[in-house]
């Protein structure tokens, strides 16, 4: 615990010091403001957490099993738990297999639902606003640091792969986290096809620069709903199909969020009626 402590403070030491040189009058003031918009992101690091913890317990799927099995550490020093890494699935685009993206004109933007050009279509569905929270492992914001985020579309086609959409390149896009280690996009909400539990591919790059020049990716993962949140969308119209497909799924029983989802497991605003907005915490 002392090492620990004292490994805080060492970081802490050289911006309390670097405010003191540029404004003295003002350096207490500073310094607890800076303190308390730690404490600030941690509360909030925690509530996404604790709200996915107790998500992962809900029932999922009219077939599956309705127990959790995940466990998550709290955020702190040293404590935030690294994302499980995940396939990008025969459908990336990002150079791998076949298409790249990542170097279009365009594609590093927030609202993802359109094909870019002024002739490609737009992806129908519920709305929906996926925003990545990226932290160390020492809970502090990842600054700076790219996402590159794609899904299928409600009736669970990938843009650039699947029959009827080889044409439209929408439900991709990358951004930029902020001061926050944030990233927001405004898509729809994901259809769920056989064999899979509805999710969304991401990936992490160090910067910008890296995600649109190289394929060096840094960590390769995928976000869970939980299915209270599948299961009111897919009571609406466009989505009868994974209606049908979700019936024989569970979170439990998914091929890849089997071992341990809860670190996955989004936290979950909104109704089908309204648009949802999801938020996951993602250690790197």
């Known amino acids: 615990m002392k090492s620990s402590r004292s490994a805080r403070r060492a970081r802490l030491r050289p911006v309390l010091h670097a405010h003191h040189d540029h404004a003295p009058d003002g350096g207490l003031t500073e310094d ?6 730690r404490l600030d992101r941690r509360t909030m690091l925690l509530r996404a957490l604790a709200f996915g913890a107790g998500a992962a317990f809900v029932g999922c799927g009219g077939g599956g099993s309705s127990s ?14 690294l994302i499980p890494s995940e396939t990008n699935g025969p459908y990336p685009a990002d150079g791998s297999n076949g298409p790249n993206v990542l170097d279009d004109a365009g594609i590093v933007r927030s ?21 990545f929270l990226l932290t160390g492992t020492d809970c ?20 650039l792969y699947s029959s009827g959409v080889t044409g439209e390149n929408y439900l991709r896009g990358v951004q930029v986290t902020d001061a926050e280690g944030a990233v927001t996009f405004t898509s729809i909400f994901p259809g769920c096809y056989p064999g899979r539990w509805p999710h969304v591919h991401f990936e992490v790059y160090e910067s910008l620069a890296v995600a649109t020049s190289e394929n060096n990716v840094l960590r390769t993962s995928q976000l869970a709903f939980p299915a209270s949140s599948c299961n009111d969308v897919y009571g609406t119209a466009g989505y009868e199909t994974s209606a ?8 439990q029983t998914d091929g890849i969020f089997a071992d341990s989802y809860a670190s996955q497991l989004a936290a979950m605003t909104g109704t089908a009626l309204a648009g949802y907005q999801s938020e996951l915490v993602v250690t790197v």
């Open 244 to 251: 049908q497909n979700i019936s024989s799924l569970s979170l």
């Open 111 to 131: 609202d993802i639902r359109s094909t870019l050009g002024s002739a490609g279509a737009t992806a129908d569905g519920v709305p929906l606003t996926l925003r």
């Open 32 to 37: 607890l403001r800076r303190i308390a918009a």
């Open 140 to 159: 502090e914001p990842l600054v700076g640091y790219a996402v590159y985020a794609w899904h299928c579309d409600r009736l669970g086609r990938y843009s």
């Open 68 to 81: 959790g099995s995940g466990t998550i550490n709290p955020p702190g020093d040293g404590l935030c738990t």
